[in-house]
């Protein structure tokens, strides 16, 4: 059965410093309270050569299990990593500053297949909403993250 891939490049502005972004992405034991539907979070630090493990529930009828592999952190601006598991290939997340530094565009970009014969079955069966899916929770993500801060999330910039 063919793999249906994943393109995603999303960008997010919050009304906060770069490196207060950063200090926060690194409290990696927070993440659970962030975004419940982050099922089971496994992970040390935010550094790289480290192995997370998560289950996430997304807004799908079933559960995606995956490690990451952090490939490179260069605080305070990029964290790349591999994925392995229910979902397979790379992503990465980069802070840019904006407004002079005020501000910060988080940019998440991936490019994943549905790798398990249930997420490739369900991906194959209906791309669209597992795309959909997929930039849900990257938008609900970024929303909980900055709600969680006390940030206020600009529009999602093109």
């Known amino acids: 059965m063919r793999r249906v891939r994943i393109l995603s490049e999303r960008r ?10 950063w200090e926060a992405l690194a409290r990696v034991d927070e993440y659970p309270a962030w975004w419940p539907w982050l099922r089971r979070f496994d992970a040390g630090t ?5 192995w997370w ?3 996430i529930r997304p807004p799908l009828p079933y559960r995606l299990r995956f490690r990451v592999q952090l ?5 305070p601006r990029l964290v790349s990593a591999r994925v392995w598991g229910d979902l397979l290939g790379r992503a990465a997340l980069s802070l840019l500053a904006a407004d002079g530094g005020a501000s910060t565009d988080i940019v998440i970009a991936s490019a994943l297949e549905a790798h398990s014969l249930a997420a490739r079955t369900g991906a194959r069966a209906m791309p669209g909403v597992a795309r959909r899916g997929h930039n849900h929770v990257l938008d609900a993500g970024a929303a909980q993250f900055a709600a969680a801060h006390g940030w206020h999330l600009g529009a999602r910039v093109p």
């Open 71 to 75: 490939v490179a952190v260069e605080a």
């Open 12 to 21: 997010y502005r919050v009304n906060a410093a770069p490196l207060e972004v």
């Open 46 to 50: 935010l550094a790289a050569g480290e």
């Open 53 to 55: 493990r998560a289950t």
